[in-house]
């Protein structure tokens, strides 16, 4: 085991700083390293089913990472496009290759129905991290792409509680066992004690969970919350096991669980760091799992099938496009984007065969399918973006040779945000050397004659370009918090003398912002929020200058206390107690001010008989 854990790490440190350099980005880098040390390529990892056992814990570990980001405020935001994007996508795809597999090969409908349910599903792993890791998940496209994403991770429930309704009648005879505890259960006693643990699961992780959490936080020791984490997935992938149903989903459902936690943020960043690592072993697993004996052997079939899968799910995607009123590039970006098989189907294909829905060969090649979609959906994106996105400006931006270097201000991402302090620093005669990872936006303030640079500002090469050994000021005005945290580290790990500003989304970003060192930021909404409440405060019949008074109090008050709780933050019970602390303090200090204003008001009438009455 420990030297298939070091063939998988070393390939990967070998093919993905190649793939990023050669711009075909960090996935299809993992999945040519998987294709390399193989079993039919240099053989480095065994045979295939220890290649798929890797596949599988990759899969488990990262459906609890998406589960984990699924909370219902964000469903509820994106309802109708889950619904009725991912609605549409799911059910035409699955209909469209269920018919087509029923006419061109002969096969029994219930074979062809679970193949159009496979197939109809799209790669969540390899899509949502290309799109964000260019920058597009933002975008009208990458959106509409997430929705139907996540409808496609929910339907997975039905689509596996559905399958055993599919299979043979003689099927049963010939099921291996697996060590499902309702195995001799009928088909629908099997689906409704699959809904009932769900169910349980989902009550008992809502309502133990919370009160476990809190015990463990008083503990005050960070690394207990990351084994609890692994404990609470290991026991209900375990279970879903033990029910005949894919751990994988198990873990999702975790995820979900834990998504309504108030402790869900402290999880998240405790296990981000091992996202990206999982992830890289489950591509590799994905391009190791390539059976290149079979496709020498029937290599016209299966390219075949596998352009006819890209195309017929390219076109579902295209015509629900131009339903939903997608301009022409987003249109493109959203068909290439799901075209391509999902990571699910390896873990439907492995329950249907078992069900004997589909035979051996079947099987293999279907497996070969989608693992070659797989593969190409990152090379579809890399041509989308070299010849639909960049014209001949932006890609020179891409080269840390055409930046245009400054040494007075380098500003990271020119949104409206970034936008307001450029035109102020340039108003004061400052020169600004600016850097942003959307081609879209580039293209939109270039028309107004303002020249900006495309990069990743993340990449120490492109700031070291853009002038930061001799800049003054490095102002990140980026929309991501990960991102803008990124930025900080590269720039205090290679410019140390840089001074930085930074724009923080929100309060918790502002703690993790104190935490690494940088005193010097603004929250995007926090002065525009306090600005309103003071013109409340005039209509509401105070006086300006009180109204205006309070605004300074609570803003100087509230920015000293956010350098005191960044100290505690991540100690839920700590953190609590010191938020209802602060929250007393200040309303004992603007009710001492208000009566000290009242006080001076009367004073003042009392010694000026002629001012107006208020």
């Not at 329950?351 to 693992?371: F, H, M, Q, R, Y």
Request: glycine fraction near 8%; charge should be negative; charged fraction near 20%.
């Amino acid at each position: 085991m420990l030297e298939i854990v070091v063939i998988y790490l070393a390939a990967a440190l070998a093919a993905v700083p190649i793939a990023k350099r050669l711009g075909l980005g960090s996935v299809l880098g993992y999945l040519l390293a998987g294709i390399l040390i193989g079993p039919f390529a240099l053989g480095l990892v065994g045979d295939q089913s220890e290649v798929l056992h890797f596949a599988e814990f990759g899969v488990v570990m990262m459906l609890f990472l998406i589960g984990l980001e699924l909370q219902p405020s964000r469903l509820w935001k994106l309802r109708h496009s889950i619904v009725i994007q991912g609605g549409l996508q799911v059910g035409l795809s699955t209909l469209l290759i269920w018919g087509a597999c029923y006419l061109l090969f002969d096969m029994h409908w219930q074979t062809t129905l679970a193949l159009g349910l496979m197939l109809a599903l799209s790669s969540t792993a390899i899509v949502l991290q290309t799109l964000t890791e260019k920058g597009w998940i933002k975008q009208p496209a990458g959106q509409n792409t997430f929705s139907i994403l996540l409808f496609q991770d929910i339907a997975v429930i039905p689509i596996l509680a559905l399958l055993p309704l599919l299979a043979f009648s003689d099927a049963s005879s010939s099921v291996n066992s697996h060590g499902s505890l309702i195995e001799d259960f009928p088909a629908w006693g099997q689906v409704a004690v699959s809904v009932l643990v769900i169910s349980g699961i989902y009550f008992v992780g809502k309502y133990v969970s919370t009160p476990l959490f809190r015990y463990i936080a008083e503990t005050r020791l960070r690394e207990i919350f990351t084994v609890f984490t692994l404990f609470l997935v290991v026991s209900i992938a375990l279970i879903m096991q033990k029910i005949g149903l894919s751990p994988a989903l198990g873990t999702f459902l975790a995820g979900v669980v834990l998504a309504e936690s108030e402790f869900r943020h402290e999880l998240e960043t405790d296990i981000e760091p091992f996202k990206g690592l999982l992830l890289g072993l489950f591509f590799i697993a994905v391009g190791a799992s390539i059976d290149f004996q079979l496709l020498s052997e029937q290599f016209l079939l299966i390219m075949g099938l596998v352009i006819g899968l890209i195309v017929l799910k390219g076109l579902v995607l295209y015509g629900i496009a131009l339903l939903f009123k997608l301009k022409s590039k987003q249109k493109i970006l959203f068909s290439l984007a799901l075209a391509q098989g999902g990571e699910f189907a390896f873990v439907l294909i492995s329950l249907t065969g078992t069900l004997n829905i589909l035979t051996a060969e079947e099987s293999k090649i279907t497996t070969l399918v989608v693992a070659i979609s797989m593969l190409f959906a990152p090379v579809l994106l890399m041509i989308y973006e070299h010849l639909l996105l960049k014209d001949k400006h932006t890609a020179a931006y891409d080269d840390p040779e055409h930046l245009e270097s400054t040494d007075h201000v380098i500003i990271v991402g020119y949104g409206r945000f970034g936008q307001v302090v450029g035109r102020l620093l340039t108003a004061q005669g400052y020169h600004l050397s600016i850097l942003d990872h959307s081609p879209a936006q580039i293209d939109l303030v270039r028309r107004f004659g303002i020249k900006v640079f495309y990069g990743d500002a993340a990449r120490g090469d492109l700031l070291k370009s853009a002038g930061a050994d001799e800049a003054k000021l490095l102002v990140i005005a980026v929309d991501e918090a990960e991102k803008s945290l990124q930025i900080i580290d590269i720039a205090q790990k290679h410019f140390p003398n840089l001074k930085i500003v930074v724009r923080a989304i929100d309060r918790t970003h502002a703690y993790r912002i104190i935490q690494k060192g940088v005193h010097t930021f603004r929250r995007e909404s926090f002065d525009s929020a306090v600005n309103l409440g003071v013109d409340a405060l005039k209509l509401l019949g105070e006086s300006p200058s009180f109204a205006e008074k309070a605004g300074d109090l609570f803003k100087k008050y509230d920015e000293s206390a956010l350098e005191e709780l960044a100290n505690v933050w991540g100690d839920d019970k700590h953190y609590g107690a010191a938020v209802r602390q602060h929250l007393a303090d200040l309303k004992q200090v603007l009710d001492n001010d208000k009566l000290q204003n009242q006080n001076q008001y009367q004073e003042e009438e009392q010694q000026s008989p002629h001012n107006d009455q208020k």
